[in-house]
T-cell receptor
Framework: QKEVEQDPGPLSVPEGAIVSLNCTYS??????FMWYRQYSRKGPELLMY????GNKEDGRFTAQVDKSSKYISLFIRDSQPSDSATYLC????????????????FGQGTRLTINP | DAGVIQSPRHEVTEMGQEVTLRCKPI?????LFWYRQTMMRGLELLIY????????DSGMPEDRFSAKMPNASFSTLKIQPSEPRDSAVYFC???????????FGSGTRLTVV
């Protein structure tokens, strides 16, 4: 079993729809949870970052973590064509001796297309 | 800051040749990571450095792969000899000891024919 499982999609929705992207993880030791967005032929860029259960909101994006069920979600409201990208969930374990730097393990990524 | 800079952007080489990928991390970042991305396996961590010292190379697939960081502003990932199954996008990323997420470079797309 992979440490982080993510449905690769592809997922296609109309502009303006609410998008829900999900991941599950298997190791309770995971302390940090992130979502990265990757446009075609580009490197991943950090979208959301959290270390606690519950919701974290940033504009149209909401990250949700449920540690009891080992479930991570990303919601995109009022989706735009510019949101079309691959979304990667990642879990992090603190590197020993570091204040906050982590080793990250990524899910497979979900390819999302927003249709105008 | 120009971000994490990788070169070359694309590399096409013949099987058996040596390939060297280069990375310049963000100035002041203490940690540097090398990842490989393929359709089948996604993003895999190969090796990471802290203050130029290799800390964990357990993700390096074979002895054909080696990585160095001679100073705080430069790292290389070398494959010798290269094989077609090494074809992938190789990313370099850096972060500070305080964490907060990585900054990735734009990647090097390697094709071994």
């Amino acid at each position: 079993q992979k440490e982080v499982e993510q449905d690769p999609g592809p997922l296609s929705v109309p502009e303006g729809a609410i998008v829900s992207l999900n991941c599950t993880y298997s190791n309770s030791a995971f302390q940090y949870f992130m979502w990265y967005r990757q446009y075609s032929r580009k490197g991943p860029e950090l979208l959301m970052y959290t270390y606690s259960s519950g919701n974290k909101e940033d504009g149209r994006f909401t990250a949700q973590v449920d540690k009891s069920s080992k479930y991570i979600s990303l919601f995109i409201r009022d989706s735009q064509p510019s949101d079309s990208a691959t979304y990667l969930c990642a879990r992090g374990i603190l590197i020993q001796g570091a204040q906050g730097a982590q080793k990250l393990v990524f899910g497979q990524g979900t390819r999302l297309t927003i249709n105008p | 800051d120009a971000g994490v800079i990788q070169s070359p952007r694309h590399e096409v080489t013949e099987m058996g040749q040596e390939v060297t990928l280069r990375c310049k991390p963000i100035s002041g970042h203490d940690y540097l990571f090398w990842y490989r991305q393929t359709m089948m396996r996604g993003l895999e961590l190969l090796i990471y450095f802290n203050n130029n010292v290799p800390i964990d190379d357990s993700g390096m697939p074979e002895d054909r792969f080696s990585a160095k960081m001679p100073n705080a502003s430069f790292s290389t990932l070398k494959i010798q000899p290269s094989e077609p199954r090494d074809s992938a996008v190789y990313f370099c990323a850096s972060t500070t000891f305080r964490g907060g997420g990585y900054t990735f470079g734009s990647g090097t797309r390697l094709t071994v024919v």
